[in-house]
């Protein structure tokens, strides 16, 4: 499975962003999708899961309320819709899909790694 990350950028405090996460794989309904970020020095953080249909989503704290995963398995798509941009949101995120049932948090579940893109919220 490749995945290839797209949508991020530079933002004002406050704005939003939306990122894409595409797969090439055809049964991609089959796997259960994160997105984590990462800033230099420091390990990969979850952000934010979402189950093969669709029907169940999870979330860090720190977004909860302010960032919605979401996914269109006809595009092989998965989406992070992040609003209300803070400074500490700045990072490279990482789409990831899994095969096998786990806790969606745990990066180690996670098969497949799309390459990072980058999200700078400035002050």
């Known amino acids: 499975v490749q995945l290839q990350a797209s949508g991020g950028g530079l933002v004002q405090a406050g704005g939003s962003l939306r990122l894409s996460c595409l797969a090439s794989e055809r049964t991609f309904s089959s796997y259960s999708m994160g997105w984590f970020r990462q800033v230099p020095g420091k390990e990969r953080e979850f952000v934010a899961g979402i189950s093969g249909r669709g029907g169940n989503t999870y979330y860090s704290d720190s977004v909860k309320g302010r960032f919605a995963i979401s996914r269109d398995n006809a595009k092989n798509t998965v989406y992070l819709q992040m609003n209300s941009l803070k400074p500490e949101d700045t990072a490279a995120y990482y789409c990831?899909?899994?095969?096998?049932?786990?806790?969606?948090?745990?990066?180690?579940?996670?098969?497949?790694w799309g390459q990072g893109t980058q999200v700078t919220v400035s002050s």
């Open positions: 990831a899909a899994s095969w096998m049932g786990g806790s969606p948090w745990n990066a180690e579940r996670y098969d497949y």
